[in-house]
Nanobody, 123 residues
Framework: QVQLVESGGGLVQAGGSLRLSCAAS????????MGWFRQAPGKEREFVAA????????YYADSVKGRFTISRDNAKNTVYLQMNSLKPEDTAVYYC????????????????WGQGTQVTVSS
């Protein structure tokens, strides 16, 4: 069992930056692939970024490629999402998720989810 707690969301102007963190409980964090997803009002939850257990492989949605960076610190049981050049269309609740298998970009294949953190980008 893995419990995930996101933090770092907030209100930022377009062009600004935020860094989200996701702290995980449990001693097996380093064996999990981790992902970030987001859900805007009236829309389905969508993939943002993912990272494999070691941090050696990362994947991004086309909409955030070049602006967002996912990373992890297994010693701290934490995964991060650095978000730069934010746009109003990045406004959403951001969720981190864990998968006890290979990294994946599909929402339904993740086993554990955090409660989410709100990111609002003003124009």
């Amino acid at each position: 069992q893995v419990q995930l707690v996101e933090s770092g969301g907030g209100l930022v102007q377009a062009g600004g930056s935020l860094r989200l963190s996701c702290a995980a409980s449990g001693r097996t964090f380093s064996t999990y692939a981790m992902g970030w997803f987001r859900q805007a009002p009236g829309k389905e939850r969508e993939f943002v970024a993912a990272i494999n257990w070691s941090g050696g492989s990362t994947y991004y949605a086309d909409s955030v490629k070049g602006r967002f960076t996912i990373s992890r610190d297994n010693a701290k049981n934490t995964v991060y999402l650095q978000m730069n050049s934010l746009k109003p269309e990045d406004t959403a609740v951001y969720y981190c998720a864990a998968r006890g298998s290979l990294v994946d970009v599909t929402t339904s294949r993740y086993d554990y989810w955090g409660q989410g953190t709100q990111v609002t980008v003003s124009s």
